[in-house]
């Protein structure tokens, strides 16, 4: 790979998810598709003809020691991504993992080590990041478009009903293979989301509720709380506030209630809320609102105050992989390696307190993510790429 040439990707395996992001590679700037690996040959073969990458390889193996791949997407179970992740850093190759990227954040650490080491690029698989959305979100949350101490607490959904097939037979549902169940699959965004609206910093710790599990003990159904600690506005709040609320999130996950992926942020003065956090409903288009109550006539009727941004033009698995390859190319792609520790840190201590009865339980006891920082300009999505934000919102003033 030149500094001019794209980075050439590889497949290692032909699971569904796949499917989309080989679309997003062929479609990405500055990426090229390569080679799809699976341990069956045949299996390799069907998805190539159907999808679109140049060869097919019946090994693992023969990807990573492929001499015309610079970079491999990894949607593995989770189980096997401390196997393969560092094989292939081992080998030059750099990684975008599937989410969750790790059982542990113990085994991802040495997997971050390993991609350290061997002197490649890691980033997780989580799309929404790069939606310029989530730049124009930031934008308007730096302005005070929620009040003074900005955003407060975060409340958000992500659920899917899977079929009986997919709770007795998916992966996502298997203890050797994702034994983070709903948590690690769905809960990971609800904590991203979390850990965006707060600047990234790591809450202090963490409570959960296992409503549902398989016999084996995976996560069907969780609800979680992360707290973060006291700033500025809970300690010495203006004298116009008189008190803030607590910076918190809680969330709800399942793989046993309809399709939902909602979020609302709240701050002393406003809330703004995504009923698509995850995946837009347009592709190629997506929106958030910003609202506003009031209590009228001794509580007769309610004021409601909306103001709904469209952000065009932002196709986010695209934006992903073109961020991704600027880390390829020399970019700085420590956030990456932060934001996916902080992550994980967080799904570690949520597990354990739905195995202990909703405890709370501090995370990163053991200060593993005193090993990843970076800068401020690092960061991967504030700033918008081509965001076509209208001049001036929509707004709806509504008497209920």
């Avoid at 958000?156 to 994702?178: A, E």
Wanted: proline residues 6%; hydrophobic residues 40%.
């Amino acid at each position: 790979m030149s500094d001019t040439s794209p980075v050439r990707i590889g497949i290692l395996s032909t699971a569904n998810i796949a499917k989309k992001n080989v679309a997003a590679i062929k479609a990405a700037k500055g990426c090229a598709l390569g080679p799809v690996a699976s341990r069956d040959a045949a299996r390799a073969e069907q998805f190539a003809a159907a999808y679109g990458p140049t060869r097919s390889l019946g090994s693992y193996e023969e990807l990573l020691e492929d001499a015309e791949t610079d970079a491999l997407y990894v949607p593995l179970p989770t189980s096997l991504h401390d196997e393969w992740v560092p094989k292939a850093a081992a080998k030059g190759k750099h990684v975008l993992c599937e989410k969750p990227v790790a059982v542990t954040a113990g085994r991802l650490h040495a997997m971050l080590q390993a991609c350290k080491g061997a002197g490649v690029a890691f980033m997780d698989g989580v799309m929404f990041m790069h939606h310029d959305r989530l730049s124009v979100m930031r934008k308007k949350l730096d302005e005070g478009i929620l009040g003074t101490a900005g955003p407060r607490t975060v409340t958000s959904t992500f659920t899917f009903r899977g079929d009986q097939d997919f709770l007795s037979g998916n992966i996502r549902c298997k203890p050797d293979m994702d034994p983070l169940g709903c948590c690690g699959d769905l809960g990971w965004y609800n904590v991203r989301l979390s850990l965006w609206a707060f600047g990234y910093q790591l809450p202090v710790d963490a409570r959960a509720v296992l409503h549902a599990a398989t016999p084996d003990g995976v996560p069907l159904t969780l609800s979680g709380t992360l707290t973060w600690p006291e700033d500025d506005f809970d300690k010495n709040p203006p004298a116009e506030m008189g008190a803030t609320g607590p910076r918190m999130a809680t969330f709800f996950c399942s793989f046993l209630h309809a399709l939902q992926q909602t979020c609302q942020i709240h701050g002393d003065t406003g809330v703004m809320e995504l009923d698509d956090f995850v995946i837009p409903f347009n592709p190629e288009q997506a929106s958030f609102k910003v609202t506003r109550h009031g209590i009228m006539d001794d509580a007769k009727r309610i004021s409601r105050d909306c103001e709904i941004f469209d952000v065009k033009d932002s196709v986010q698995e695209v934006q992903m992989w073109e961020r991704f390859a600027e880390v390829v190319c020399g970019a700085d792609g420590s956030f990456w390696t932060y934001v996916s520790m902080a992550t994980q840190l967080c799904m570690d201590a949520l597990l354990q307190s739905a195995r202990e009865g909703g405890k709370a339980v501090p995370i990163d006891p053991e200060g593993l993510l005193s090993h990843y920082s970076y800068k401020k300009e690092a960061l991967g999505c504030t700033g918008c790429h081509n965001a076509n934000l209208p001049s001036a919102p929509h707004r709806l003033g509504i008497m209920l």
